[in-house]
């Protein structure tokens, strides 16, 4: 089946960018979702479709997708942002949902 | 508001059964297809099954599949989870999941419930 490959952790000081990537074959052609993880919390959806956010989440939150890789992107990282991010696909070849396998941001 | 609440999971051993119950609210419940999701301890996130806004459709992860089965009530706005053979490895933090279309398959989910905890354990 399908797989999304991710980095296991990510680390980048406050107020600078963090990039996430979710590799994947020919992810381009798919729809990719993110998810939040903060320690003993639900995912929270921070990006849809790539680059929609749902409301309440704040616009520092972005997504492109193109080739074999989706990627998030947190513009002026904040400590409440540290957290486990997820992306997400349907993999309509088999029929089922497809996570990657997370990734820790920490905000040094 | 969206709530999801789950309930029913509990203390197993391997090779029994199990029914989660999720309570939806705040929604029109049959308007959208649910998701159940698992996390094991210190793991990332399984999908579990997927069930269409009228329960005609249901997918299922292949780790699962032939031994679990999804339901759902909409006259009640419950979504159900029939778990059986139950093994260790399913072992988990099951979540409720709102999907944001009717089919269940494309589109991004998003409500989550605070999950409910599955041990499977002699």
């Known amino acids: 089946s399908y797989v999304l490959t991710q980095p296991p952790s990510v680390s980048v000081a406050p107020g600078k960018t963090a990039t996430i990537t979710c590799g994947g074959n020919?992810?381009?052609?798919?729809?990719v979702h993110w998810y939040q993880q903060k320690p003993g919390q639900a995912p929270v959806l921070v990006v849809y479709?790539?680059?929609d956010r749902p409301s309440g989440i704040p616009d520092r939150f972005s997504g492109s997708n193109s080739g074999n890789t989706a990627t998030l992107t947190i513009s002026r990282v904040e400590d409440g942002d540290e957290a486990d991010y997820y992306c997400?696909?349907?993999?309509?070849?088999?029929?089922?949902?497809?996570f990657g396998g997370g990734t820790k941001l920490t905000v040094l | 508001e969206v709530q999801l609440v789950e309930s029913g999971g509990a203390v197993v051993q391997p090779g029994g059964s199990l029914r989660l119950s999720c309570a939806a609210s705040?929604?029109?419940?049959?308007?959208?297809?649910m998701h159940w999701v698992r996390q094991a301890p210190g793991k990332g996130l399984e999908w579990v099954s997927l069930?269409?806004?009228?329960?005609?459709?249901?997918f299922y992860a292949d780790s699962v599949k032939g031994r679990f089965t999804i339901s759902r009530d909409n006259n009640k706005n419950s979504l159900y989870l029939q778990m059986d053979s139950l093994r260790v490895e399913d072992t988990a933090l099951y979540y409720c999941?709102?999907?944001?279309?009717?089919?269940?398959?494309?589109?991004?989910?998003?409500?989550w419930g605070q999950g409910d905890q599955v041990t499977v354990s002699s």
């Open positions: 999941v709102k999907d944001m279309g009717t089919s269940g398959y494309g589109r991004a989910w998003d409500y």
């Open positions: 705040g929604f029109t419940f049959d308007d959208y297809a």
């Open positions: 069930i269409n806004w009228d329960g005609v459709t249901t």
């Open positions: 020919n992810s381009g052609s798919k729809s």
């Open positions: 479709y790539e680059i």
């Open positions: 997400q696909v349907w993999d309509s070849r088999y029929d089922l949902w497809v």
